[in-house]
């Protein structure tokens, strides 16, 4: 049987032909603290729940993202529970008889028990190694169940890690209307609102768009935002949050996550655009009633 096994940070998928073998690698991080609830046996680190440490090569425990994990002796890697480590050809191994129980779509792959088929770059479907895992949009890795894909980073991020929001688009402020519901927010321009428990941002094009946290913390590369209490880190695209009350004053980093533009509808007019959660009215003013403005009620 021919495979092929790509290995990053911690997403893995394996390419097959006439069926998937349960072969697998995921390379360790290495973690002076963390919080979690799964101490590791220097009784100064620790991992998050449902991860394993395992000693690395510095003598410092590193986690491996899957629980109850078997660490390879060469300290860097580690395999799922009932695999063990070829160390010699990087991958792991879960003995022969391999059965085929999972169909993957179309009907023409399997993947064995414990696996989960994964849509590959080609098109075809390859076999994650673990269970109800996430497939990577880059389709090409995947994460453990309740990871996010870090595609940027190679990673998978669990935990305190937070995806970033895209901003939503402002919608514009009608002059003809008289009045605003208070379940709106005026954003600087004077132009434009976003709703309650939400913070205008000013995006790359002068226009304000709406980060979906309240009293949040604009990026300065104007597309992304972070929830109160954390701080943009720009550089590496993440959102930061330092707990003072926690030992060492430890550094909690989060990805960023991409925003999501707020759904819109088109007016009667063909032109006024206005959110879902709002309601196109003509304006008072226009007795022809060709023109219209956003409501901020729905309905």
Not at 34 to 56: A, K, N, T
Not at 89 to 111: A, L, T, W
């Amino acid at each position: 049987m021919q495979f092929f096994v790509v290995i990053l940070s911690i997403g893995i998928i394996s390419q097959c032909i006439n069926g998937c073998p349960n072969d697998l690698k995921f390379p360790l991080e290495s973690i002076p603290l963390q919080i979690g609830s799964v101490p590791c046996p220097d009784g100064q680190s620790s991992c998050p729940d449902g991860e394993s440490c395992c000693l690395l090569s510095s003598g410092q425990y590193g986690c491996c993202p899957i629980p109850d994990a078997v660490c390879c002796n060469d300290h860097l890697h580690c395999c799922p529970t009932g695999y063990t480590c070829d160390v010699e050809h990087s991958r792991c191994q879960k003995g022969f008889e391999k059965s085929y129980s999972i169909v993957c779509p179309g009907g023409d792959m399997s993947c064995s028990d414990g696996e989960t088929c994964c849509e590959l770059q080609s098109g075809d479907f390859g076999c994650c190694p673990l269970p109800d895992a996430v497939c990577c949009s880059d389709h090409s890795h995947c994460c453990p169940h309740g990871y996010t894909c870090n595609i940027e980073q190679n990673k998978c991020d669990k935990g305190i890690s937070i995806p970033w929001f895209t901003k939503k688009e402002a919608q514009p402020i009608n002059k003809t209307l008289t009045k605003l519901s208070i379940s709106t927010i005026q954003c600087p321009d004077e132009k434009s609102f976003c709703p309650e428990e939400t913070t205008c941002c000013e995006l790359t094009d002068g226009s304000y768009g709406c980060c979906p946290y309240p009293q949040a913390s604009c990026c300065s590369d104007k597309m992304h935002c972070c929830g109160e209490g954390y701080s943009c880190d720009d550089s590496g695209s993440r959102c930061i949050r330092h707990l003072s009350s926690i030992i060492n004053s430890i550094e909690i980093k989060s990805s960023l996550i991409p925003l999501t533009t707020i759904p819109q509808q088109t007016c009667p007019d063909g032109k006024t655009k206005c959110s879902l959660t709002s309601t196109c009215c003509p304006n008072k003013d226009d007795k022809n009633k060709n023109s219209y403005s956003c409501c901020a009620y729905s309905n």
